[in-house]
Structures are given as structure tokens and as C-alpha cells.
């Protein structure tokens, strides 16, 4: 049977893998019909929530245009791609830093943090909202346990600690893509690769 057309749904939408005519990546293998069928959310956590734990199926979480502040914890998801509606009009932000994660941790202070392996970020932006002085405040955060991140055509941006790579296994692929920080705009022990991105200083003062 041909796949069902997409409907009408809340915010954000996970589609089934059948939905999507190819994955992001080649190294994304094959897309395989996802075992949820249709999700609708309010929330991107909502969507990555519904997912199962350690999933082998791709899944794409679709993003409409909006400003949706939460902080994004994506453990154990694997092969999802985030996909919002457009660059500048989809936005995930949250004012998260050391001075609110318990006893600060690497692990706790970020607004999007990637646990998974196979995970995508394209046509959206990712901010800490924290204003300039507010300590440590990592806008993307790619854990211990992230293999094959992409970042495609998408923004970070944070006044402190932009971009965490955790250690030497959290792998990352950024290309046409923004980086805006105030300083240690890429931080960490991890092994990433910028094609076609640009860094930019933002002002000291807050914006």
C-alpha cells in the first residue's frame, strides 16, 4: 500500500519511517517502518519521548516554526533526525547553566543534549538563552555516548561553552551551519568536523 499523506497535527510531528523517501545520510542505512505510527506533540521532548529506548528504526521528528523553550535530552534514541520547518523560525532554547545543573555538571547544564547514536539536527536553531555572565551554559551537548551527530544547515548559539563534546567517543559532523558564542564557542575532547560553517562573536553585552 502507498504510504498514508501527512496530516494535520500538533506542533511537533514524529513521522514513520515509511513518510520519509530517504534517510539524511547514507550512514543512516535503510528506512525502516517505525514502530510507532503516528505521534503528535506539543513538546520536542514529547516526540523524542515517544520513541522506544535503543530503537534500530529511523524515525523524523518534523518541527514546526515557533520558539519552544525545555530542555531536549535525547538518551538512548537512536537514528532520529530533527527536522524543523525552517532555520531562523524553528527554535529550541532554553536559559540552562552551571548555576542551575546540580553542582554544575557538564552533564546537566546544556539545552540540547545528545546521548544516542545516528542522531541529525537540520533547518533549525539551538540556543542557551543564558544572558552573558550567567556561568557555563552549553547550547549543544554531545555525551559520552553520541556516534555520527550531523548538524546540516543549522544554528548554536550560547554566550558561554556553545558546543560540549564530551570525550574522544562523541562524534560530530557540522556543515553549512552557524556557531555564535562569546568565548570556548567548541569545547571538549570530542572528534568533530566543520564543513562550510561559520564561527561568530557575539557582543559581550546581552542581546
Known sequence: ?????????????????????????????????LTVTWVCAFTVQGAVDSIPLNNTDYALINIRNGTYTEIVDIASKNNVTFRGQSR????????????IAPGGTTHARMAFKVDANDVAVENMTIANTTPQGG????????????GHFILNNAEVDSRQDTILANVNTSQGYFYNSLIQGNFDDVWGSGNLFFTNCEFRTIPAASS
Open 88 to 99: 531562523t523560525g524553528t527554535i529550541v532554547e532554553y536559559p540552562n547553566n552551571a548555576n
Open 135 to 146: 556561568s557555563q551554559a552549553e547550547a549543544l551537548m554531545i555525551e559520552s555516548g553520541a
Open 1 to 33: 500500500m502507498p504510504p498514508k499523506a501527512a496530516k494535520s497535527c500538533d506542533p511537533v510531528t514524529v513521522l514513520p519511517a515509511q513518510m520519509v523517501s530517504a534517510p539524511l545520510v547514507p550512514a543512516f542505512g535503510a528506512a525502516v517502518t
